[in-house]
């Protein structure tokens, strides 16, 4: 599986670099799905949005769900996915899903119940699916929880994530997998990502990244437990201590980091891939990202980073969400419009925000690429920072 | 203009500039024919026939082109393009077909759809409408839109409407809000939304109300208030009024009806009172009472019919225009509508289906019936992707059935029909008799 380096930028600790995970290009975002598809896009829509490549879909409902009814299909056959690069965690962003564990299972809560697994049950069900990128099981601790309870679950997902290598090494992935011969050649297997936890506590994750560093067998990384009560300061050392521990050739990937000044502090640090579900947050609240991302628009005005739609000034607006913007919804549909679709309930507000958001963070992420590849990652990052509020 | 043979074949039409009545304006219409993957061989099969009628309103064209006894086949061309009929209209209450962009409405063949005036009316508001350009420009859909007038909520709403001579005093559901609802009003609105065709302003009564009083008061009120629609509708020459017919399920009231309507020469005609559960068979007898009664030239519209063997038996019987909310409701229940019947995909029956959904449609070639048991009812993907199937269902079975009225196969098309619908054999009798007829 291939990790080539693009372009890098020396920055602190990690250099920035852009490279080619598994074939999208980095720093990139992953978009938030349920059962498959992401939310309120269907696969006639993805033409509008060429950016989004890749797409997180949390795994516990892929238990709960039959969606592989004969051995010809994967996931992505099954939901129409198959230029895309599919990310599992058992975690969720927007909801809680994962139950309580012990040493030996992680639990989910899906539409069936609760379901609990094994590290042998949750290699096989990868085999299965056919996804290209899967954080392995682990144990998430917050700023809430104990020491005591920090360290069990350091211990834990350390110890999983050997188990789970150990159970790919040892199995012929080929033989095991349970599709049919003429797809099976074309698939490559699923890239195993070790989660560094520990919550708040920096000796934790320390040793939770060195022991994940010595494993051979994983593909990548998972930075676990962000944005789950602890301050953007411990957000921003925990990412730094984490960067400088694990190896650099591999990539990283930065959880439930949802807003443009943070994401470019993480880019800044060496994190690779964002997985929040960004879009889906700005949209669920009637918001709309609103960032512009060319000097010569924004002049020396301050912008905010998001508007919301329900605000009632709105009204008779008939100009687009951001008038430059390309997307499908700014070509077509007025702020007025939205406005009026978010006051009656109606489901193509949130399609055409989704549309937008989407379509955004990815310029934003691809602007961030441009400004590696061309070394003035910095600039742009404090340009950014100066004119957004 | 008098030699113009090919009126509504392009996507021009000709209408009057307001501010001067002399002037004609060559505007381009919204949706250019051939552009829906669905009907390009209709518009290019439509530059050949030539028409059996012909009729011609300041915003209205309408040209039979083939006819089956009682079922034609025709052109419809209104502001934003042609239209052929008998055609379904999906019905986009809010100003939007609950979760498709106009990309995807247009995608699935359709080119004329409903909104309604009294939700509008009260979320975003006429005057707001206006000002954002009209319902087009509003919700950018460059196809044909109907609106209604606001008469049906009498039925849906009752126990929050007041019915007087005046108009009808609605009270909100959502907020509370009061609405005085009068002809003039009803056309006030109409006309600040903009949509191709308005529908008249008529005192609804449902048809399974027994009370042949209420029914005698509301035809008389419907035809006073046509009048005072007709006077208040300020833009006859883009947009157009369509009269309703109503009389409940009384033959007698009905032909007093008709008969009035018809003196006020309007460019089309709806037939309104039926499809709110009352006995089929006296449902179709008053259809065709009236097709036969309407003037032939003109498009007649059928309000409030949705499920495809009523749309069938009305088109046999001589309708044009139908429209239902039951395509999009149901597909938002889990219901898909195909050739095999009505599928509850959220049935158990359904888990790890291997089947695709339809070869018919755009998304039921593209996924399997266990897919979308697991998606329906429980995601919004789920209720997008089966609404559009549905609504490119229902759109490509009228598809047929305009195909099979030109080609002079329609009975060999409605007997296919009933037997796949039917496959037991037992066809409703309501439905035979009418067809026999």
């Known amino acids: ?389 | 203009r008098g030699s113009d043979g090919d009126f509504g074949f392009r996507d021009y039409m000709r209408r009057y500039d307001p501010k001067n009545p002399n002037h004609e304006v060559c505007v381009k219409a919204g949706i250019p024919e051939g552009w829906d993957r669905n009907q390009q061989d209709e518009d290019a099969l439509n530059l050949i026939l030539k028409p059996l009628t012909e009729h011609k309103s300041p915003a209205l064209g309408f040209q039979v082109t083939a006819r089956w006894n009682g079922a034609r086949a025709s052109r419809l061309t209104l502001p934003h393009g042609l239209v052929h009929t008998p055609v379904f209209m999906p019905v986009g209450t809010q100003g939007t077909i609950k979760g498709l962009t106009s990309e995807q409405i247009q995608n699935c063949g359709c080119r004329l759809i409903l909104s309604n005036t009294y939700h509008l009316g009260n979320r975003p508001g006429g005057e707001v409408v206006e000002k954002m350009g009209g319902i087009h420009t509003f919700m950018n859909w460059k196809g044909n839109l109907l609106t209604d007038s606001g008469g049906f909520q009498m039925v849906s709403l009752l126990k929050l409407a007041k019915i007087t001579e005046q108009g009808v005093l609605f009270q909100s559901p959502v907020n509370g809000s009061e609405m005085l609802l009068t002809p003039e009003k009803s056309m006030e609105i109409q006309n600040q939304i903009g949509a191709d065709i308005m529908m008249a302003l008529d005192d609804v009564c449902p048809s399974t109300c027994g009370d042949i009083k209420r029914f005698e008061e509301a035809t008389h009120r419907t035809l006073r208030w046509i009048d005072r629609c007709i006077k208040a509708h300020k833009k006859p020459h883009i947009q157009n009024l369509y009269g309703i017919v109503q009389g409940g399920l009384d033959a007698k009231l009905r032909e007093f009806c008709l008969d009035e309507m018809i003196k006020r020469d309007l460019p089309g005609y709806a037939i309104g009172g039926l499809a709110g559960g009352e006995d089929k068979a006296l449902f179709w007898r008053v259809v065709k009472q009236c097709c036969d009664r309407l003037p032939q030239h003109k498009p007649r519209y059928l309000m409030g019919v949705g499920y495809t063997l009523d749309l069938v038996v009305c088109s046999a019987l001589g309708c044009d225009q139908f429209d239902c909310v039951y395509p999009a409701r149901t597909a938002r229940f889990g219901t898909a509508m195909t050739r095999e019947g009505q599928l509850k995909l959220r049935k158990k029956k359904y888990k790890g289906d291997t089947r695709l959904l339809d070869t018919s449609t755009a998304v039921g070639r593209k996924f399997t019936r266990g897919y979308l048991h697991e998606l329906a009812t429980r995601e919004a993907t789920g209720s997008q992707l089966l609404t559009m199937h549905n609504i490119e269902f229902l759109q490509n079975f009228m598809k047929d059935l305009r195909s099979s009225i030109r080609n002079g196969t329609f009975p060999n098309f409605v007997r296919e029909y009933m037997r796949e619908e039917f496959p037991s054999g037992d066809y409703p009798n309501w439905a035979v008799e009418a067809l026999r007829a």
């Open chain 1, 1 to 389: 599986r291939e990790v080539t380096i693009m372009a890098s930028e020396g920055g602190e600790g990690r250099a920035v670099r852009t490279r080619v995970v598994r074939g999208i290009e980095t720093p990139a975002s992953m978009v938030y799905c349920r059962r498959g598809l992401p939310v309120n896009i269907t696969p006639d829509l993805f033409k509008h949005l060429p950016g989004m490549k890749s797409l997180h879909q949390p795994i516990g409902e892929l238990f709960a769900m039959n969606v592989l009814s004969n051995p010809c299909e994967t996931l992505k056959t099954a939901c129409g996915l198959q230029n895309k690069v599919v990310y599992c965690t058992i975690w969720d962003p927007i909801r809680m899903v994962t139950g309580p564990t012990n040493d030996n299972k992680v639990s989910f809560d899906t539409s069936k119940g609760r379901i609990q697994v094994i590290p042998e049950e949750f290699m096989k069900k990868l085999d299965t699916l056919g996804v290209d990128m899967v954080a392995l099981m682990s144990d998430a601790v917050d700023v809430s929880h104990s020491k005591g309870r920090v360290r069990k679950a350091v211990t834990r997902t350390v110890a999983w994530a050997k188990k789970c290598c150990e159970i790919r090494a040892s199995q012929d992935v080929k033989k095991s997998q349970s599709m049919s011969k003429d797809i099976k050649d074309h698939v490559i297997p699923a890239s195993l990502l070790g989660v560094v936890e520990g919550g708040t506590i920096f000796e934790q994750r320390k040793f939770c990244a060195e022991a994940l560093s010595k494993l051979d067998g994983l593909d990548g990384f998972v930075i676990g437990g962000l944005n789950t009560g602890e301050t953007s300061q411990d957000r921003a050392d925990i990412i730094r201590l984490v960067c400088s521990i694990l190896p650099k050739s591999k990539p990283i990937i930065a959880t439930g980091i949802s807003d443009p000044f943070s994401i470019l502090d993480a880019v800044g640090l060496g994190v690779d891939l964002f997985e929040s579900g960004y879009s889906y947050r700005l949209t669920q609240a009637g918001q709309a990202a609103a960032f512009e991302l060319s000097p010569r628009v924004v002049g020396s005005k301050r912008i905010p980073t998001k508007i919301s739609l329900w605000d009632p000034k709105y009204k008779f607006d008939k100009s687009a969400i951001i008038p430059g913007c390309k997307c499908y919804t700014c070509r077509t549909y007025t702020k007025g419009y939205i406005h009026h679709l978010l006051s009656t309930h109606e489901m193509l507000a949130q399609v055409s925000l989704q549309l937008h958001n989407i379509y955004r963070v990815g310029e934003f992420f691809r602007e961030i690429r441009s400004a590696i590849a061309h070394h003035r990652f910095n600039e742009f990052s404090k340009w950014f920072r100066k004119h957004h509020c």
